[in-house]
């Protein structure tokens, strides 16, 4: 299934969406689980329609009800349900996540996606336990994140790397941290467990 779902988009769409608002915020939240974060990023800055971007280029300051708003005069341009790619770029390109095992944010996934031909990304969301943030940036062959967990709250960090002793959390190693915990690999990304504070993870990421 997932073969066939990437034959779709790639080979039959030119790596264009096909999705209505219902499929569509589903669709980048299965790709970026599956990892394809840069398929995704590819699909949403797709110049021409239908996609996101085309409506921008043709002057466009709100969501449009179809793709081809410019054909089909007689539709909205002024609707919202295709907004679903702001939620991707919070959950996904940022990587602030709600964890389901501490509803209302008491427990937070940081879990950014180093997508596309991105070097950068910041994002922020205030909780009712405290503002949430996440900024990372790519420079010189280092991945360097800073992020802030609210008071009372917890967090559980991915970091990309190349490796688990390249990864420093201030300057220290981050395996060797007294104040945070690493819990395993998965993929490309290395996860830690934190507490509420302001954190800076800095490790080795090869450049696409």
């Known amino acids: 299934v997932e073969d066939q779902l990437i034959n779709i988009i790639t080979r039959k769409n030119n790596n264009h969406l096909n999705t209505g608002f219902i499929g569509t915020p589903l669709l980048f939240k299965l790709l970026t689980e599956l990892g394809c974060s840069d398929l995704a990023y590819t699909m949403a800055t797709q110049e021409d329609q239908p996609g996101w971007f085309y409506m921008l280029r043709n002057g466009a300051t709100t969501i449009w009800e179809v793709w081809d708003a410019m054909a089909q005069v007689d ?78 709250t917890s967090a559980t960090v991915y970091i990309p790397a190349d490796g688990l002793d390249s990864i420093l959390e201030g300057k220290q190693p981050a395996a060797q941290s007294t104040h945070i915990s690493y819990i395993k690999k998965e993929r490309n990304k290395y996860v830690f467990e934190v507490g509420s504070g302001t954190y800076q993870f800095i490790s080795n990421y090869p450049e696409k």
């Open 75 to 152: 539709h909205s341009r002024d609707h919202p349900a295709f907004g679903s790619i702001g939620a991707w770029y919070y959950q996904s390109l940022a990587g602030i996540q709600p964890d389901p095992e501490g509803p209302g944010f008491k427990k937070i996934i940081i879990k950014p996606e180093v997508a596309g031909d991105l070097t950068w990304a910041k994002a922020s969301y205030r909780s009712i336990h405290g503002k949430i943030s996440s900024d990372w940036r790519r420079e010189k062959g280092k991945f360097i994140l800073n992020i802030e967990v609210p008071v009372n």
